[in-house]
C-alpha cells in the first residue's frame, strides 16, 4: 500500500480544481507505439505530494521497472495509471485511452495487479477465474480456454480446487497474477509482485514476467534492486513522488560508479533496505 508519510512537497492550494482546469489534449500521432503514458501526473493529500508531476511513457514490447524506496509514491502512480484513482493534475493513458474519460475501453487493454490484490479467500482459484471471466463477459468458449491458459503461465494446476485461504503468499500472488492476465490484456501493471515472497518464489515469478515480455508491455514496480538486474529493460526511479531517473539499468549502475545500491542511495538519499 501506498503511504504518504516520507511524502515532502506540498501542493498547490486547489489542486481539485487545478486538475478540471483544462480538457487532456490528444495524443500524438508519433506516440502510436506507446502503450504506457504518464503526463504531468501529480496526487495531492492536503499540502502534501504524493506523486509531483511524473511524466514517462512506456513503448509496445518493454518491460520497465518502476524503482523506489518506500513511501516515494509509486503506487499511487500506477493506481493514476490504471484510472483506480483520479489525478490531482495532469492525464495517463493505456494504449491511447485516456483513463478518466475512457476508462472501459481501456482497461480492456489493461492487467492490474495491485500490491496485496483483494482476492476471494472462500473461493478456489478456479471459481475466481471463473467468477472474473463472466464480469469481463468472455464467451463460455473463450472463458475455458482462457482459464486453461492462465492456470498453465501461472502454475497453478496443483491448487485450483483449493481455497484461496490456505495457498501460501506464492500461490496467492500466481492466483492475482492470473485474473490480470485472463482477458489477454496488452499491458501489465504490477504493483511489489515479488513482494514478501521467499527465493524460490521469485524466482517462479522472474521466470513468468520474463515468458510474459515477449508478447506483451509490462510496468513493474519494486524497491528491490536484484529484480531490476534480472527483469528490466529500462528503469524509472521516482523519489518523494518525483521521477529523478529515466534510462537503462548501465546507465543507472554509471551513476553509483559502478554500484546500483551507491546510485539508488545518491539519487533518493534513503539507504537501500
Known sequence: MTSTSGDHATGPSDPVANSTSAAPPKPS??????????????????????????????????????????????STTMKMLTGYIAPSEGHARIAGHNMMDDRIAGSRRLGYLPEN?????EMTPLGMLEFFADARGLSTKNKKNQIEKVIDICDLSSVVYKPI???????????????????????????????????NQIRGVRKTMRKLS??????????????VEAMADRVILINEGRKVYDGDVEGLRTTGQGDLDEAFHQLTGHKFD
Open 165 to 199: 485461504s490456505k495457498l501460501s503468499k506464492g500461490f496467492k500472488q500466481r492466483v492475482g497474477m492470473s485474473q490480470a492476465l485472463l482477458h489477454e490484456p496488452d499491458v501489465l501493471i504490477l504493483d511489489e509482485p515479488t513482494a514478501g515472497l521467499d527465493p
Open 214 to 227: 515477449e508478447t506483451k508491455t509490462i510496468l513493474l514496480s519494486t524497491h528491490i534492486l536484484q529484480e
Open 117 to 121: 490484490g483483494p482476492l476471494y479467500p
Open 29 to 74: 500521432r508519433d506516440l502510436a507505439d506507446t502503450m504506457i503514458e504518464a503526463v504531468g501526473l501529480s496526487k495531492f493529500y492536503g499540502p502534501f505530494a504524493a506523486a509531483r508531476d511524473v511524466s514517462f511513457t512506456v513503448k509496445k514490447g518493454e518491460l520497465v521497472a518502476f524503482l523506489g524506496p518506500n513511501g516515494a509514491g509509486k
